[in-house]
């Protein structure tokens, strides 16, 4: 079992026990990670970090029922991209893709780039993260998963509870509407 693993375990049980410092460990280990998903997910930062701390009380809540079957981040996230779904479905879509791009932030940029490279490389950034934003949200969320937080067809099919097949086969359809969207951009 790997060490990573054994710690989120051991501080389980001790949050279990009554050590709320322990939760707090799990906490600052992946509060950042789950928030950057969430930015991706909803587009905006300040609902990213709202909803990342509404999954951090359920999970703390609901500590009991974890099983251990799944890594506790794969179990976080589910909570957290629940939270997600239930708010995006109580606030359609308001926000111009402007908005939810400019919400997005700045991407990191090469420092040896020349200034054109640079201009080109932030337009292209944009390019890609408006056509995201116009994905559905299914396809939005496995790329998300996918393409941004790295996860492996396994987890996915974990998280979103699906077999690995459909996740397969999300996956595809996801790139194929993603490649649609950007046909045409240099």
């Given amino acids: 079992m790997e ?4 710690d989120d375990r051991q501080f389980i049980q001790l949050a279990l026990a009554g050590d709320t410092a322990a939760f707090g460990e799990l906490v600052t280990k992946y509060q950042d990670r789950l928030y950057n ?7 905006s930062p300040e609902d990213a970090s709202d909803l990342a701390q509404e999954a951090f009380v359920q999970a703390f809540v609901k500590l009991d029922t974890f099983r251990g079957n799944a890594a506790f981040y794969t179990w976080l996230y589910r909570i957290a991209l629940n939270r997600a779904m239930s708010w995006k479905r109580k606030h359609r879509p308001t926000r111009s893709l402007d908005h939810a791009r400019e919400a997005a ?10 200034p054109d490279e640079s201009l080109l490389q932030q337009e292209r950034v944009t390019q890609v993260q408006t056509a995201l934003a116009a994905l559905n949200e299914e396809h939005r969320t496995i790329l998300v998963l996918r393409e941004i937080d790295g996860y ?9 509870e699906l077999p690995v097949g ?13 490649r649609e969207q950007l046909l045409g951009v240099d």
């Fill in 3 to 6: 060490t990573s693993v054994q």
């Fill in 37 to 43: 998903t969430l930015v991706h997910v909803v587009g």
């Fill in 105 to 114: 932030g700045d991407e990191p940029t090469d420092e040896h780039a020349t």
């Fill in 152 to 160: 492996g067809y396994d987890a996915i099919s974990e998280i979103l």
């Fill in 166 to 178: 459909t996740v397969r086969s999300r996956l595809h359809r996801a790139r194929m509407q993603l």
